[in-house]
């Protein structure tokens, strides 16, 4: 039986690494960097060979939420921006215009959350204000503490405050009455924090860089759940308009062509998929960057029905994975998946049709196959580290030689390396418009149009036999 690990002296690692590489067809890598408190700062990864479509068959998609799945970025954005003004004092557009679009938020999507924090924090360490910090870390420990139930998220704070030498605030027993009385909220977490903040305050420290970023990550938790609490509570769309400031968008829904998307690949849908021409076409044309013409795209018409029945003998297998910890993505998904059986009641089909999907996404969690999520795994091992996918694979009961048959769809360049290096060589990608500027190079293909192009224009990557 092979051993576990070899140990190699510097001058035997090249070759091992070679005839490694060699034994799964790799012939591209990706060196990924660690986070700050790893001891090693990289890992070396061997890339799945490249499988480019079209396919003879696809066994299962493996999704990513954020992004493409869902439009919840904008959601983060908003928190992250809102973390960075609150560790620096900055809370004017004045005072500070906001995230680049060009130098934050390639660093800022398509990463966990530490490491996206541990960017903003290195970026934007000059400008902070210890002060501003500490306030707003005592609001999120109050917040999070009085209104998450999520056992992992209420432990990893309390762990963070202990750190930061705010012991004494936990175990104080005001302090313990106030959280417990359910009677904190965003609105007034401040005015209630207040006075602890006066009796413990001075006792908060961040003595080096993790300690710094986990104090600021909870800031980011305790506006983005709190903002995600308010959608669960049906204030979606007043939220939206609030925070985005445009006619249409929404904090959270389905990225155009998921309603299609998903009962296609399970196989839920028949004949009546041709009906669903219009609601795929529509957004092609709308966007005059993607060149599609009218009579290109009535040309690929015929496909939607030929992928309906082949789904429906053969159904692919749908992983939702993501590098969000479980709260906000079971939140999302529930969101998502209800705003998805909407839409479908709106479509040009059959009443018996729309009843049987109404049925079928009533539970979100009926949806997937697999559903991995950022708790399923260490914050230092989520993309572009391959675990997650890895997992996906796994809870899909994929074989390891059929990893050739999955496709894997993402929006940020972190996502397809970690795709590849679990070992799915078709990895797609499907830009939005706050990721359209990353780099793509170890993707398979890129796909601009999304999920609308990828099913009527590239026949889901399938061979039209």
Not at 91 to 111: C, E, F, K, M, T
Not at 231 to 253: D, F, N, T, V, W
């Amino acid at each position: 039986m092979e051993k576990l690990a070899h140990y190699l002296n510097v001058e035997e690692c090249p070759q091992s690494l070679c005839d490694a590489a060699a034994a799964i067809g790799a012939t591209e890598f990706a060196l990924v960097r660690n986070l700050d408190y790893v001891y090693s700062p990289h890992e070396l990864y061997p890339l799945a060979p490249r499988v480019h479509p079209p396919l003879a068959r696809v066994v299962a998609y493996a999704v990513d939420m954020d992004g493409t799945s869902t439009t919840t970025e904008p959601l983060a954005l908003h928190a992250l921006e809102y973390m960075v003004r609150r560790f620096t004092g900055l809370h004017s557009r004045a005072d500070w215009p906001g995230l680049d679009p060009r130098l934050d938020y390639p660093h800022v999507i398509g990463n966990s959350n530490f490491r996206h924090t541990e960017f903003l924090v290195k970026r934007y360490g000059p400008r902070l204000d210890i002060n501003s910090l500490r306030g707003a870390f005592l609001e999120a420990v109050c917040w999070t503490l009085a209104n998450m139930t999520d056992p992992q998220r209420r432990r990893d704070i309390a762990r963070t405050a202990r750190h930061c030498g705010l012991g004494d605030l936990l175990d104080d027993g005001d302090f313990q009455k106030l959280v417990a009385a359910g009677t904190v909220d965003a609105d007034n977490v401040g005015r209630q924090a207040a006075p602890f903040e006066q009796r413990f305050g001075q006792a908060f420290r961040c003595e080096h860089q993790s300690e710094l970023v986990s104090a600021a990550l909870d800031v980011y938790y305790m506006r983005y759940h709190s903002i995600m609490r308010r959608i669960e509570q049906g204030q979606g769309e007043a939220l939206s308009r609030e925070l985005l400031g445009e006619p249409g968008r929404r904090l959270i829904e389905p990225m155009p062509g998921y309603d299609v998307f998903v009962p296609l690949v399970k196989g839920w849908l028949g004949p009546e998929a041709d009906a669903l021409y219009d609601t795929l076409r529509e957004p092609l044309l709308a966007d005059p960057e993607l060149h599609h013409t009218r009579q290109e795209l009535d040309r690929c018409r015929p496909r939607l029905a030929r992928l309906a029945e082949r789904f429906r003998r053969a159904p692919a297998r749908l992983a939702l994975v993501t590098a969000s910890i479980a709260y906000e993505a079971h939140a999302s998904m529930k969101e998502v998946i209800r705003v998805t059986a909407r839409q479908v009641q709106d479509w040009p089909v059959a009443t018996d049709c729309k009843d049987r999907l109404a049925q079928q996404l009533a539970d979100y969690r009926d949806v997937f196959d697999g559903f991995v999520c950022a708790s399923d795994a260490c914050e230092h091992r989520l993309k572009p580290h391959r675990d997650l996918y890895s997992l996906a694979l796994y809870r899909m009961s994929i074989a390891r030689d059929h990893y050739r048959l999955c496709v894997g769809l993402e929006d940020t360049e972190p996502g397809i390396i970690a795709l590849r290096a679990a070992g799915v060589g078709c990895a797609v990608a499907l830009p939005n418009r706050d990721t359209s500027g990353q780099d793509y190079t170890a993707a398979t293909e890129v796909i601009r149009g999304g999920l609308p192009e990828l099913i009527l224009v590239r026949n889901l990557l399938l061979d039209e036999k």
